[in-house]
């Protein structure tokens, strides 16, 4: 038998077997096939599911709370209170100082309302309304519309007459009992409220009674009304084609919020990108509009979240850093970073990222990568190097808890150590660093390193050696441009802000030039130095392109742009690509510490370092591992040494010959490693054929002299 979906050929129509499926699914007892034609065995039918149709089942995000937010934290139901209090106090002032302003008002008005009131009383009782009737019927000589417009008129005037006067008289009954009965304050009180109505009446008309308590400028509370004008301005919705409100419009924190369907059809992206059409239609400054798409598991392409603050948030100082008294961070953990446009605190967690901060001279950049580094020096298990090629005071502090401090471009002449030289070094430190960690992480078992990562408890071990690292470069870009050292300082910290957050060494790097700081080799690996940064923070800059090149590519299309940051908007920023669903890419205007907070913060930091046994380096009297006071090497002269007569070598040999010269240099470079840093001298390893380390000749990866020399000679100078 056919399926009967199959297409008809002219066949027999055979019908399905009448017995359950069940009995045909024991293939012993079917029937022997006896003709040629196989008939295949009977599908079952599906089975129906019924569901109740009047069940409607709906996704959890579509429920709305039971409390408002409001209601449900304390932090929002104080500024909620708050905000009320204010409102109400502001107003019962306001008006209240202005009663004798108002009470001569009422009296100077009073006449012309009894007049306005009298000639109203007037139009009624003679029918003026109906007047234009009969006189278009005079003009038009139409005598039989007059005559019953006239008789109309006669009886309505009757009528109404009549009402009046009995009005009046009741008027002055209850007048003359209420002056016997009522006591004397009930009487003027009855008497001014009659007189009060008569001012309100008698009004200039286009003018309120009261005087305006507040700048009309703005909305004084959102409504949709307002929301819909707004978005009908920027061309986001049209009347036929309406936006609805998912919520009604209601307080949060300092402001008012909505959230809201666009238009099907209109992504949540183009009312990000129209912001300040949106606040043009508001009647607010752009600074006071924050729009922001929905996210998470489930929802809608064009739900957006509206909120509208009462004054730019970013003039508002968030306050003095929690850290001032905290006693101690724990930075596995989220610490206090700063508020957002709403007020609510910011945590941030800077494990396993690298943070760029960028922005214009004198909007923050320091102080901002600074607070990063003093949350640090209050966990006494992460090793502070600090380098601050700029040399302001700022970073004083940190001489009581860093591992190493270096401020400057030039040879300290107390310590003899050139800082961008001592960089160099460093960096080539912790690229082995974090080559050992890795190689230490895969020889434990999984039940040390779950995750295949360091784990708090491997790093607060003092016996295993791989406490948190935190290189901080102030003006980094310094680094990239420097004469001398500036094309391996480009190698190395490109890699190593690649490879070092997954073992614990982080990087926090602060720039003024985000943008291009060259051409050539020095400029690509500045921008990929900068773009390895997962986390970044930028201040106001002079334009959309410099803020994107600080943000990241695509910050511009979700409506996050530095240059439309305030001047006075100092230590306010964006950040973005935190990595914690818990702060999403916004505006945080950062806590401050000045220049005493950060030195009572360091003090504190040092007594727990010394209460841990942790201090160490520079902050315990010790000098950097390496001070050199004649010229530094160079590794294109030390290759010139060792290859000697060779005209070329295998890179596995030349690294032995390295290693043999100079073990505290080049102890452990592989051939790969040679190649890398070769790189920046335009010096490219190639097959040569040459000797290998057993003495046999072979074609391998190698250097030529000729490129040694052809790259630099071999003085004393270093890398260039």
Request: glycine share 10%.
């Given at each position: 038998?056919?399926s009967?979906?199959?297409k008809?050929?002219?066949?027999?129509?055979?019908?399905f077997?009448?017995?359950?499926?069940?009995?045909v699914?024991?293939?012993?007892?079917?029937p022997?096939?006896?003709?040629?034609?196989?008939?295949?065995?009977?599908?079952?039918?599906?089975?129906?599911?019924?569901?109740?149709?009047?069940l409607?089942?709906?996704?959890?995000?579509?429920?709305?709370?039971?409390?408002?937010?409001w209601?449900?934290?304390v932090?929002?139901?104080?500024?909620?209170?708050?905000?009320?209090?204010r409102?109400?106090?502001?107003?019962?002032a306001?008006?209240?100082?202005?009663?004798p302003l108002?009470l001569?008002?009422?009296?100077a008005?009073?006449p012309?309302?009894?007049?306005?009131?009298?000639?109203?009383?007037n139009r009624?009782?003679?029918?003026?309304?109906?007047?234009?009737l009969?006189w278009?019927?005079?003009a038009?000589?139409?005598?039989k519309s007059?005559?019953?417009?006239?008789?109309?008129?006669?009886?309505?005037?009757?009528?109404r007459?009549?009402v009046?006067?009995?009005v009046?008289?009741?008027?002055?009954?209850?007048?003359?009992?209420?002056?016997?009965?009522l006591?004397?304050?009930?009487?003027?009180?009855?008497?001014?409220?009659?007189?009060?109505?008569?001012?309100?009446?008698?009004?200039p008309?286009?003018?309120?009674?009261?005087?305006?308590?507040a700048?009309?400028?703005?909305?004084?509370?959102?409504?949709?009304d307002?929301?819909?004008?707004?978005?009908?301005?920027a061309g986001?919705?049209?009347?036929?084609?309406?936006?609805?409100?998912?919520?009604?419009?209601?307080?949060?924190?300092?402001?008012?919020?909505?959230?809201?369907?666009?238009?099907?059809?209109?992504p949540?992206?183009?009312?990000?990108?129209?912001?300040?059409?949106?606040?043009?239609?508001?009647?607010?400054?752009?600074?006071?509009?924050?729009?922001?798409a929905?996210?998470?598991?489930?929802?809608?392409?064009?739900?957006?979240?509206?909120?509208?603050?009462?004054?730019?948030?970013?003039?508002?100082p968030?306050?003095?850093?929690?850290?001032l008294?905290?006693?101690?961070?724990?930075?596995?953990?989220a610490?206090p970073?700063?508020?957002?446009?709403?007020?609510?605190?910011?945590?941030?967690c800077?494990?396993?990222l690298s943070?760029?901060?960028?922005?214009?001279?004198?909007?923050?950049?320091s102080?901002?990568?600074?607070?990063?580094?003093?949350a640090?020096?209050?966990?006494?298990?992460?090793?502070?190097?600090?380098?601050?090629?700029?040399?302001?005071?700022?970073?004083r502090p940190?001489?009581?808890?860093?591992?190493?401090l270096?401020?400057?471009?030039?040879?300290?002449?107390?310590?003899?150590?050139?800082?961008?030289?001592?960089?160099?070094?460093?960096?080539?430190?912790?690229?082995a660093?974090?080559?050992?960690?890795?190689?230490?992480?895969r020889?434990?078992?999984?039940?040390?390193?779950?995750e295949?990562?360091?784990?708090?408890?491997?790093?607060r071990?003092r016996?295993?050696?791989m406490?948190?690292v935190?290189?901080?470069?102030d003006?980094?870009?310094?680094a990239f441009?420097?004469?001398?050292?500036g094309a391996?300082?480009?190698?190395?910290l490109?890699?190593?802000?690649r490879?070092?957050?997954?073992v614990?060494?982080?990087?926090?790097?602060?720039?003024?030039?985000p943008?291009?700081?060259?051409?050539g080799?020095?400029?690509?690996?500045?921008?990929?130095?900068?773009?390895?940064?997962?986390?970044?923070?930028?201040?106001?800059?002079?334009?959309?392109?410099?803020?994107?090149?600080?943000?990241?590519?695509?910050?511009y299309?979700?409506?996050?742009?530095?240059?439309t940051?305030?001047?006075?908007?100092?230590?306010?920023?964006?950040v973005?690509?935190?990595?914690?669903?818990?702060?999403p890419?916004?505006?945080?205007?950062t806590?401050?510490?000045?220049?005493?907070?950060?030195?009572?913060?360091?003090?504190?930091?040092?007594?727990?370092?010394?209460q841990a046994g942790?201090?160490?380096g520079?902050a315990a009297?010790?000098?950097?591992?390496?001070?050199?006071?004649?010229?530094r090497r160079?590794?294109?002269?030390?290759?010139?040494?060792?290859?000697?007569?060779?005209?070329?070598?295998?890179?596995?040999?030349?690294?032995s010959?390295?290693?043999?010269?100079s073990?505290?240099?080049?102890?452990?470079?592989?051939p790969?490693?040679?190649?890398a840093?070769?790189?920046?001298?335009?010096?490219?390893?190639?097959?040569?054929?040459?000797?290998?380390?057993?003495?046999?000749?072979a074609?391998r990866?190698?250097v030529?002299?000729?490129?040694l020399?052809?790259?630099?000679r071999?003085?004393?100078?270093?890398?260039?």
């Open positions: 038998m056919r009967p979906f199959a008809s050929t002219g066949g027999e129509l055979v019908p077997p009448t017995r359950p499926p069940a009995e699914e024991d293939s012993d007892n079917l022997a096939v006896i003709d040629a034609e196989v008939m295949p065995a009977a599908i079952p039918a599906p089975v129906a599911t019924v569901e109740p149709i009047d409607v089942v709906r996704r959890a995000a579509d429920y709305r709370p039971v409390l408002p937010g209601a449900k934290d932090a929002e139901l104080r500024r909620a209170l708050r905000w009320l209090g409102f109400a106090g502001h107003r019962a306001f008006h209240g100082v202005r009663v108002y001569g008002r009422t009296l008005y009073a012309r309302g009894a007049l306005r009131l009298m000639v109203v009383l009624w009782a003679f029918d003026v309304e109906a007047a234009e009969r278009a019927a005079v038009a000589k139409d005598h007059y005559m019953n417009l006239s008789r109309q008129r006669n009886e309505r005037v009757k009528r007459l009549t009046a006067m009995v009046a008289v009741l008027a002055l009954v209850v007048l003359a009992v209420a002056s016997v009965v006591s004397g304050a009930l009487l003027v009180a009855t008497l001014l409220s009659t007189v009060a109505g008569l001012g309100y009446a008698g009004r008309r286009g003018r309120g009674f009261l005087s305006s308590a700048d009309r400028r703005g909305p004084v509370r959102l409504t949709q307002i929301v819909l004008r707004a978005f009908a301005a986001l919705c049209k009347a036929d084609d309406p936006i609805a409100f998912a919520t009604p419009c209601h307080r949060d924190g300092d402001g008012w919020r909505v959230i809201l369907d666009l238009p099907y059809g209109t949540a992206k183009k009312a990000v990108l129209k912001r300040a059409e949106i606040a043009s239609g508001l009647d607010v400054l752009a600074g006071q509009v924050f729009i922001a929905e996210s998470g598991a489930t929802g809608s392409a064009r739900r957006i979240e509206l909120w509208v603050a009462e004054q730019d948030p970013t003039t508002v968030a306050g003095p850093s929690p850290l008294t905290a006693s101690g961070v724990n930075f596995w953990q610490w970073f700063g508020v957002d446009e709403r007020g609510r605190e910011i945590k941030l800077l494990l396993w943070m760029v901060v960028g922005g214009l001279p004198r909007m923050g950049k102080f901002v990568a600074r607070l990063a580094v003093l640090a020096a209050l966990d006494p298990d992460v090793r502070l190097l600090i380098f601050d090629l700029k040399g302001s005071p700022d970073w940190f001489r009581h808890v860093a591992h190493e270096h401020q400057g471009e030039d040879v300290d002449p107390d310590t003899g150590v050139d800082p961008v030289g001592r960089l160099l070094e460093v960096a080539r430190e912790l690229r660093e974090v080559n050992r960690r890795n190689r230490v992480l020889t434990l078992p999984a039940s040390d390193v779950p295949g990562k360091l784990t708090e408890r491997l790093c071990a016996h295993m050696g406490p948190l935190l290189l901080f470069l003006e980094v870009h310094r441009t420097h004469r001398e050292f391996e300082l480009a190698e190395e490109s890699d190593l802000v490879v070092g957050p997954s614990g060494v982080m990087v926090i790097s602060a720039t003024q030039k943008g291009s700081i060259g051409a080799k020095v400029n690509d690996a500045w921008n990929t130095y900068r773009d390895n940064h997962s986390c970044r923070f930028g201040l106001r800059v002079g334009s959309y392109t410099v803020s994107e090149m600080i943000l990241g590519q695509g910050a299309g979700e409506g996050l742009d530095c240059s940051l305030p001047e006075a908007a100092k230590g306010v920023g964006i973005r690509g935190t990595g914690d669903v818990a702060v890419a916004g505006t945080v205007r806590y401050l510490v000045d220049g005493k907070g950060a030195e009572v913060i360091c003090q504190r930091g040092r007594q727990l370092r010394e942790t201090l160490s520079m009297g010790e000098q950097p591992a390496e001070v050199e006071s004649g010229p160079s590794l294109l002269a030390d290759l010139i040494e060792v290859i000697g007569a060779d005209e070329q070598a295998h890179s596995d040999v030349l690294c010959r390295l290693a043999e010269s073990p505290e240099v080049y102890g452990g470079w592989r790969e490693q040679l190649a840093a070769l790189k920046p001298h335009s010096v490219a390893t190639r097959q040569v054929w040459a000797k290998g380390t057993d003495g046999a000749p074609n990866r190698g030529a002299r000729a490129d020399y052809a790259a630099g071999p003085s004393g100078g270093a890398d260039s």
